[in-house]
Structure formats: C-alpha cells, structure tokens
C-alpha cells in the first residue's frame, strides 16, 4: 500500500507546471515601432535563410532580401508557425498511451464476518489496453493534421510573398510615373508661360491661354498624386514586411528587376507547377489523409478495449491477490455505426474539397495565362508606339535645333510624348501584374530568382 502511494507521489512530482506570459499591449506596441531592417537578429536570419553572410546593412535591398525580412517579422507567418507547432504536439498526444487507473477500495463491515480487522482496505489498478490498432489511426490522424499545418505555413509564406511584391511593384509604378509626369509638369508650366506672353502681345486668345493653364494645372494635380502614390506603396510595403513604415526612411531599395519582362511558360509546364507545387493542393490531400485516418480509428473502435486489474485487498482477515480482468468494453448495440457513418462523410467532403479546389486551380491557371500573353501582346504594341512618338520628338527637336519649329512646338512635343511614357508604363505594370499572378497560381518563381521558404516551426524573434 505504502509503496503504491509512493510510486504515485513520484509520478505527480515529474509533472510540468504552469508558467503565466501575460501579454502586455502597450509592450506589444513598444517592440513593434523597434523593429528595424538594419537589426543584428535579422542579419543572423538572413545569412542562415541564404546559406551565406551578407554585408550589413545592405546597400540596397532587392525582391529577395525584403522578402526575406518580412518572412522575419511577418505577425501571419506567427501566427501560421504557431498553428503548426500546435499541430505537432497533437501527435504527441495522440501517441500517449492511456494511464492506469489506481484504486484504492476501503470498507467497513458490521458485523465483522471474518476472523481479523473489520476492514476492507487494498490497492488495484485498472490498466487500459487498446486494441485494433487504435491508437496507431490516432497517430496517423495527427500526424496528417501537422502536415497539413506546415503546408499551410508555405501557402502563407506564398502570400507573403505576393504582398512584398505588389507593394515594390506599386512603389516601382509611383516612382517610375513621378519620373515621367516631373517631366510633362516641367513643359506644360512652360507652354502656360509661353502662353500668356504670347498673349500679351496679341499672339494667342484667351482660350488658347486658359486651355493651357488648365493643362498645366491637371500635370502638377497627376504629380501630386503621384507623390501620394508613393508614399502610399512605402506604407504597404512597410505593412506587407511587418514593420513601422519609419523602418524604410534610410532604406535604398532596388526595383530593378520589374524591367525584366519574361516569357510566358509552356502550358503543361505550368499546369505541372500548379499540381505540384500548390501547397494549399497539398495540404487539402493531407486532410484528406488525416479524414481518412479517422474512419479506419471509427472502424477499430467496434473492437473492444482490455482493462487488466492486477491487485492486492485485505478483506476482513483475508488476503486476496486479483490476476483477473477489470473489464471489457463491449459495442454490441450499434457497433459504433454512427462514428462510421460521420467519418465516412467527412472523408467523402474531404474528397470532394480536394477536387474542388484542383478545378480552381487549373481554371485560375488558364486564366493567368491567357492575361499573361495577352498583356505581353498589348506590351508590345506599345512598345511599338512608344517608338514611334520618340521618333516624332526627335524629328521636332531637329525642326527646333534647325529653326523649322518654334520653342511652344517643341515643348508640347515633349509633353505629349511624356504621356506616350505613361502609357508604356502602365502596360509595363500590367505585364508585371499578370506574371505576379501567374507566379501565384503555379507557387513557383517566375522570372524572378528563387527566395528560400522559411519553414522553422519556431517563431525566428
């Protein structure tokens, strides 16, 4: 008896305890306005994430070296590592074998019907023993659900991905139009004062004069906006890495790379992408799994569990040693049909979300190509009659040079053929768009040079 209750004292002492981590907003808020792309934590990830140090701070910060700090700081990615790390301690439990159950029977009898101590006083224990193979399913279920947690964490880092893109594609557009629209707002103030002088001296109408003003006043109102269209695309990017937009100020950073226009893919190589690399795809077939992992646990629980009940009772001056069994669970009215019935289901709905979202994908696939060709046709018309306006301005700056045309032509020349430049750009952007989006449905790189997948079930702060 003594001895049992000190196996059971030994037992509870090894057992974990309880630590509070109170979260703290204000301190929440404190670590966030610190966080920094020059910070010593982040250039230890970096150098591991690419397998190589890098000189610190970066001189200039490209595609994948952003894209590797918001896999740093990303609070999504937190949140999808602690989904995982979640999942992975259900395989742990679903591996525990279950506990044995100590008893410890006490009775009084009165009268006393044997020849010692009126007592009834022992120690048993019922141990469980699971048969079928149950607690194997359990295993597999769980260790389908942590598999699909961690193809969750890569589609999230897939959209983090796609969000550090789009926002250095819009800062690549604002700075790209603040260029071009700088230049027309530069000739359209000057045609405006070309105007009124002229119209001093009785060379232009008062429309003509109002027509240019207003023409003035629309090109420094588009630089203006996009002015704000910049500092908006900062803030995005700053929101799309997870830091305060402030952590961007003395960042120089390189848009180089969306001046590069790629082929479209073969169809089948893409569609063999998409099949293949969808992580979303993957993580629905380990649910899938995991559903079915869960019938063939239904299935075993028809089968009965063993409960062992070894122990010793002093019964009134008797001394009884048990060897015999503590029971027997027996499923004989419904031989758990039911949990059948509701696993069979939700594997069938499992299957049927899998095959869904395969259509989705290959649908959404056809559909980024298609706007990928044809955006890289519209380029090129473009880029055909950009060509052709440089050729009108270059042919008006020789008709000026040889006094064939006056400044006010020229200048107007130069004018419009800003605006052939924003035109360009903005079928540039949208080649640029469309392969972001082709990029997304195959998850793969396109174009563009691989970024390593962060993976680590713990959180890199």
């Known amino acids: 008896m003594r001895r049992a209750l000190l196996i059971a004292f030994i037992g509870l002492a090894g057992c974990a305890t309880y630590h509070p981590q109170p979260i703290a907003p204000a301190q929440l808020a404190r670590q966030f306005e610190q966080r920094s792309l020059a910070s010593r934590e982040l250039r230890v990830y970096v150098a591991r994430e690419t397998g190589h140090d890098v000189a610190w701070p970066p001189m200039l910060w490209n595609r994948e070296m952003l894209t590797l700090a918001a896999f740093y700081y990303s609070p999504a990615l937190d949140v999808a590592r602690a989904q995982w790390s979640t999942a992975r301690a259900g395989i742990d439990v679903a ?29 048993a224990l019922d141990i469980p023993i699971e048969t079928a193979h149950k607690r194997g399913y359990r295993v597999g279920r769980a260790t389908h659900l942590s598999e699909a947690a961690r193809l969750s964490l890569i589609n999230e880092v897939w959209k983090v991905r796609a969000e550090v893109r789009n926002a250095m594609l819009a800062l690549y557009t604002a700075r790209k139009r603040i260029a071009f629209l700088s230049a027309k707002a530069e000739a359209e103030r000057q045609i405006a004062e070309m105007s009124r002088k002229r119209l001093a001296v009785g060379q232009f109408s008062r429309p003509d004069v109002d027509s240019a003003i207003l023409a003035d006043t629309q090109a420094q109102s588009d630089l203006a906006a996009a002015h704000g ?114 696993a069979e289901a939700k594997r069938k709905e499992a299957a049927a979300r899998t095959g869904a979202l395969q259509d989705k994908i290959l649908g959404d696939l056809a559909h980024a190509l298609a706007r990928y060709r044809s955006s890289l046709e519209a380029l090129h018309l473009s880029d055909a009659h950009l060509a052709s306006a440089r050729r009108q301005l270059d042919s008006q700056a020789a008709a000026f040079e040889s006094g064939n045309a006056d400044r006010m032509t020229y200048t107007q020349a130069k004018a419009d053929y800003q605006a052939s430049e924003t035109t360009h750009l903005d079928a540039e952007v949208a080649v640029q768009q469309a392969a972001g989006i082709l990029e997304d449905t195959m998850q793969e790189p396109f174009g563009h040079e691989a970024v390593s997948d962060t993976l680590s079930e713990e959180t890199p702060r």
């Open 95 to 123: 591996a525990t074998i279950p506990n044995p159950v100590l008893q410890l029977p006490f009775q009084y009898s009165t009268p006393n019907p044997g020849p010692g101590s009126p007592f009834t006083l022992g120690a």
């Open 229 to 342: 269209a910049e500092q908006d695309a900062r803030a995005q990017l700053a929101a799309a890495i997870g830091v305060p937009s402030t952590a961007l100020d003395s960042v120089e950073i390189d848009l180089s790379a969306f001046g590069a226009v790629p082929p479209a893919p073969p169809a089948a190589e893409a569609q063999r992408a998409a099949i293949f690399h969808r992580a979303d795809l993957l993580a629905s077939l380990a649910d899938y799994a995991s559903a079915e992992s869960a019938l063939q646990l239904e299935v075993a629980k028809q089968y009965p569990d063993i409960h062992l009940g070894p122990g010793y009772t002093y019964d009134t001056g008797t001394h009884k040693i048990a060897f015999g069994l503590a029971g027997i669970s027996l499923p004989i009215f419904d031989q758990n049909q039911g949990g059948i019935r509701e």
